[in-house]
């Protein structure tokens, strides 16, 4: 399965934007999914995950309260809706397919990572 990230930009403090993760094939509606960051000189870090079904969620605690993850498995599309963002939200933003039982923020966990797409936040 291949998996493409879409929709980041550059917004301001305390704007919002949405990106989205399209699989290749329908297989992934059988898998968890998660959003994984990296920002510039730091290590990629978890951000959100949603299980198969879409009816179990998972945030750090970064971004709890302000960002929701959704999926629409007739669309085979992930979603992040990030509201109310912060500069430290700067990052190039990952979806990946989980792929063995772990913990739903641990990345060994996933494979099939998308190739990334780039949120700004400025202040």
């Known amino acids: 399965v291949q998996l493409q990230a879409s929709g980041g930009g550059s917004v301001q403090t305390g704007g919002s934007l949405r990106i989205s993760c399209v699989a290749s094939?329908?297989?992934?509606?059988?898998?968890?999914l998660a959003w994984f960051r990296q920002a510039p000189g730091k290590e990629r870090e978890f951000v959100a995950a949603?299980?198969?079904?879409?009816?179990?969620?998972y945030y750090a605690d970064s971004v709890k309260g302000r960002f929701t993850i959704s999926r629409d498995n007739a669309e085979n599309t992930m979603y992040l809706q990030m509201d109310s963002l912060k500069p430290e939200d700067t990052a190039v933003y990952y979806c990946?397919?989980?792929?063995?039982?772990?913990?739903?923020?641990?990345?060994?966990?996933?494979?099939?990572w998308g190739q990334g797409t780039l949120v700004t936040v400025s202040s």
């Open positions: 990946a397919q989980k792929v063995r039982a772990s913990n739903y923020d641990d990345s060994n966990g996933y494979a099939y």
């Open positions: 094939d329908r297989t992934v509606t059988r898998y968890g």
């Open positions: 949603i299980n198969d079904k879409g009816y179990s969620t």
